[in-house]
């Protein structure tokens, strides 16, 4: 359970860094496109569930040493006995799930909230005109109107429905025909089913701002998608911005379903819709080229710079009796920590682990400190993670083998 919560510290560092250099890139590149965006922090948010997977393929390469110190190590058999105790890194992978389980809870509770929705309301007809512009966008969408709402909501897959609040029938034509395409759209293009998704990512990481903002870019992207198409269907930009002035500040009916609009996008959008503009073809293709490579770029990075420990599985066994001893493949020297060479720190720190099957090591710990202030005993533990080993085996087949290491520091 240490090695897990470790491992979640680790992963949730990976996701930052991965999203925080997604933000870069994007407001380098500043696509203009809406569907480019939308399908730019998909694939980080993509990118980011899959960092566990890539930490597993991902080699990383050696650190540099500082040639005024030398770091000599020493491979021993010892047994486990000395390793120190667990901390309380356990109480981590604990909440994580407590808080997950609680969010999904929360989820189910809003999905059985729209199947009471779905019961509410009342048909009445359309205009002609507006009841063939639907027709021709989402002909499945069925469309009520309801007292117990205040702004539109769409939801549903292989039944989708659209509340509309009977307000609606108080305003223009203009911006009611805006609002209900608007609705229109969100059913055509499924987006009720993103929308799921994206809450389960969410709460699955409710803990994790940096992933809570990506998906609200996925969500903001999806909005200015939309935008886009009704601008377009409608050729009135004005009344569409009024409809969004009209709704603004409204409280969704439900979380579950895609609303009109919501309150943190509001400026972004009114400013996308108002200086809607129509980038180059090579340039939105240059740019998209570029994200692509930074996204795939940065979880490569995150996964060799923070590595996960990889966990073992069946019995850790001991050296002897049959069962061989691991033999290093990739070894990385120790970094000496400047305050640590400028207080001339010398010795030796003493690390176990287990070596699995695949010859990754895991559940490092400390058994002998040299150094815990001043970054020795971390520098040691770090090189080790990254370490690769031909497995121990037991009977011709690779197995979990438990070693020491040593790692010496000295100073010329």
């Keep these: 359970m240490n090695a897990l919560g470790s491992n979640l510290v680790l992963y949730s560092l990976q996701i930052a860094c991965v999203v925080a ?35 597993r393929i991902a080699v990383p390469a050696a650190r540099g040493v ?20 667990g901390t309380l890194a356990w109480l981590i992978p604990v909440i994580a799930i407590a808080g997950a389980i609680v969010r999904f809870a929360w989820l189910m509770v809003g999905i059985v909230r729209l199947r009471r929705l779905r019961g509410l309301g009342s ?17 499945r969408a069925e469309f009520r109107w309801d007292e117990g709402i205040d702004e539109p909501v769409a939801f549903g897959w292989w039944r989708p429905v659209v509340l509309l609040p009977r307000r609606l029938l108080d305003l223009s034509p203009e911006i009611r025909r805006a ?56 050729g009135s930009r004005h009344a569409y911005l009024r409809a969004m002035v009209v709704f603004a500040g409204v409280v969704p009916a439900a979380s579950l379903a895609a609303p009109f609009l919501r309150r943190r996008h509001l400026v972004q959008r009114v400013t996308a819709i108002a200086t809607a503009a129509q980038p180059s073809a090579r340039h939105s293709i240059a740019a998209a080229a570029a994200l692509i490579v930074i996204t795939g770029t940065s979880a490569l990075w995150a996964s060799r710079a923070l590595p996960l420990q990889q966990p073992d599985s ?40 287990v070596v699995a099957a695949d010859g ?50 000295t100073l010329k």
Aim: proline letters at 5%.
């Design 21 to 55: 250099i997604a933000f870069a890139g994007a407001r380098l590149f500043h696509v203009r496109v809406a569907r480019v965006r939308l399908a730019y922090w998909r694939l980080v948010v993509a990118a980011c569930l899959v960092l566990p997977a890539l930490s």
């Design 179 to 234: 609002v209900v395409l608007h609705e229109s759209w969100h059913v055509a293009r499924h987006d009720w089913f993103w929308l799921v998704l994206e809450r389960a990512i969410e709460s699955l990481f409710w803990f994790h701002p940096a992933m809570w903002w990506a998906v609200d870019q996925i969500e903001l992207a999806r909005e200015q998608v939309v935008d886009a198409l009704v601008v377009k269907a409608t």
């Design 360 to 409: 990754q090591p895991t559940r490092i710990s400390v058994v002998t400190s040299l150094d815990s202030v001043h970054g020795l005993d971390d520098a040691a533990v770090g090189a080790l993670q990254q370490w690769r080993f031909k497995p121990g085996t037991k009977d011709g087949k690779a197995v979990a083998v438990r070693v020491h290491i040593e790692m010496k520091f």
């Design 66 to 85: 500082d040639p005024g110190a030398v770091s000599r190590v020493g491979l021993s058999i010892t047994s486990a006995a000395g390793a120190p105790a």
């Design 123 to 139: 048909f009445e007809p359309f205009d002609p005109e507006l009841r063939a512009a639907v027709a021709a966008v989402a002909p």
């Design 314 to 353: 069946g019995e850790i066994y001991e050296a002897g009796n049959g069962v061989t001893l691991p033999a290093v493949v990739t070894e990385v020297r120790p970094h000496y920590t400047d305050e640590a060479k400028a207080l001339r720190i010398k010795g030796t720190v003493l690390l176990t682990c």
